[in-house]
C-alpha cells in the first residue's frame, strides 16, 4: 500500500528538480536588464546563473557586487557561503583583499572582516 505514496514522492521530487533545473538554464533566454533585475531581487539562489550569463555576454558586473557582499555579511550561514564562493568566483581580486574570511564564522565576525570591503564598494558603486 505504500508504493503508490512512494512512487508519488518520487515523480513530486523529480518534477521539483526538472522545474527547478530549466529555471537555473533558462538564464539565456532572458535580457540583460532581467539578469540585472535577479540580482535586486530575494531570489539569491540565482545570482550566480545571472551573473554567470552576463559574463558571457561581456556585460560589465562591478555594479552587481553589492547583492553579493549583501550575501557575504548575511545572518544566514547559508547565504554567507553561497555569497563567498559567488565573491571568489567573479570577484577574486576582492576576495584576496579578505583571505581569512571563513563563512562559517559568526555573522558579526564575517561583518567585521568585510567591514572595509563594503564600504569601499558601497562608495565607488554610488
Excluded: H
Excluded at 38 to 45: A, H, T
Excluded at 58 to 82: C, F, M, T, Y
Excluded at 102 to 116: D, G, I, T, W
Amino acid at each position: 500500500m505504500q508504493i503508490p505514496f512512494i512512487l508519488a514522492a518520487i515523480l513530486g521530487a523529480g518534477l521539483i528538480a526538472f522545474l527547478t533545473l530549466r529555471r537555473f538554464e533558462s538564464m539565456a533566454g532572458k535580457s540583460v536588464d532581467e539578469l540585472r533585475a535577479y540580482l535586486r531581487s530575494p531570489e539569491w539562489m540565482f545570482y550566480r546563473n545571472a551573473l554567470k550569463e552576463l559574463v558571457r555576454r561581456d556585460e560589465d558586473i562591478k555594479a552587481e557586487i553589492l547583492p553579493i557582499l549583501e550575501l557575504v555579511i548575511s545572518e544566514s550561514k547559508s547565504k554567507r557561503i553561497a555569497g563567498w564562493m559567488i565573491l571568489k568566483e567573479f570577484y577574486p581580486a576582492l576576495a584576496s583583499r579578505v583571505a581569512d574570511y571563513k563563512p562559517v564564522e559568526s555573522p558579526k565576525v564575517c561583518r567585521e572582516k568585510l567591514q572595509n570591503i563594503c564600504l569601499r564598494s558601497t562608495l565607488q558603486t554610488s
